[in-house]
C-alpha cells in the first residue's frame, strides 16, 4: 500500500514561536524550513509513500519543497491546522479517491523513511490511526485508510482527541524519529541527539552551542 502524505506549514514568518529559547526572529524562518525540507525529503524516500502534498501559502517553502518532489496546495481556508490538512486530503481523494492518506508535522527533522514505513504499515491494518508524539501529549502523524475521512483533531493534548474520536494509537517501539517533532530548544536538542537531516544540520550549526548541546 502506497500512501500520500498532507504535510500542513504555516508562512514561515510565523512558524515555530515556541522556539524564542532557542532561535530569535531572524533565524527562526529559516530553521523552520529546514525542518519542513528535512521532514518531506525523509517523506518522499520512503519506501511506503507515493507522494507528498504540502498546503502552505508561504511563496518561498512552497517553491523549495516543489524542488524536492512535493505537491503544493494553497490554504484556501486559512482557518489553521486541522482546516488545512482537511483541505489537504480533500485535494488529494479528488484525484485519487481510494487513496489511503496521512497528516504527517512538517517539524520531523530526524525523520528516517524505515520508521515512517513502520508506522504506514501498521496504520494500514486500520481505518484511521494515529502516533503520539515524543511528550506523549501531541500527535506527529495521523492516518486515514481508502473510504475513511481523515477528521485531523491537531493542536495541545491532541492524542487524547485523536483517541476519542476513534482513531487506533499506535504503540510502536524504536520509531523515535517519528514521534520527535520540534517546537522547543529542547525538542530540538533531542532531534539533533537523534540525528537530522543535512538542511537541518547546517541550520542549527548557526546556532549557539548552547542550544545544539543536549542537557544544557
Do not use: Y
Amino acid at each position: 500500500m502506497q500512501w500520500t502524505v498532507v504535510i500542513p506549514l504555516k508562512p514561515l514568518a510565523r512558524a515555530k514561536s515556541r522556539l524564542s529559547d532557542a532561535a530569535d526572529d531572524g533565524v527562526r524562518p529559516g530553521l523552520a524550513l529546514a525542518f519542513a525540507q528535512d521532514t518531506v525529503a525523509a517523506a518522499l524516500s520512503c519506501p511506503a509513500v507515493g507522494g507528498v502534498v504540502v498546503v502552505t501559502d508561504d511563496a518561498v517553502a512552497g517553491a523549495e519543497l516543489a524542488l524536492l518532489g512535493a505537491g503544493i496546495v494553497p490554504d484556501e481556508p486559512r482557518g489553521g491546522l486541522n482546516p488545512a490538512l482537511a483541505h489537504g486530503a480533500a485535494v488529494v481523494r479528488a484525484s485519487l479517491p481510494e487513496t489511503p492518506v496521512a497528516a504527517l508535522n512538517a517539524d520531523l527533522p530526524a525523520l528516517r523513511p524505515a520508521e515512517l514505513a513502520r508506522v504506514l504499515e501498521a496504520a494500514a491494518g486500520f481505518p484511521r490511526a494515529f502516533l503520539p508524539d515524543a511528550a506523549d501529549l501531541g500527535t506527529t502523524l495521523l492516518a486515514a485508510g481508502p473510504g475513511h475521512a481523515l477528521l485531523p483533531a491537531f493542536g495541545p493534548a491532541s492524542r487524547a482527541r485523536h483517541r476519542a474520536s476513534g482513531a487506533v494509537e499506535l504503540a510502536l517501539e524504536a520509531v523515535d524519529s517519528v514521534r520527535q517533532d520540534v517546537d522547543t530548544g529542547a525538542d530540538l536538542r533531542a532531534a539533533l541527539a537523534l540525528g537530522v537531516g543535512p538542511r537541518t544540520a547546517a541550520a542549527a550549526a548557526r546556532l549557539p552551542e548552547r542550544v545544539r548541546v543536549t542537557g544544557q
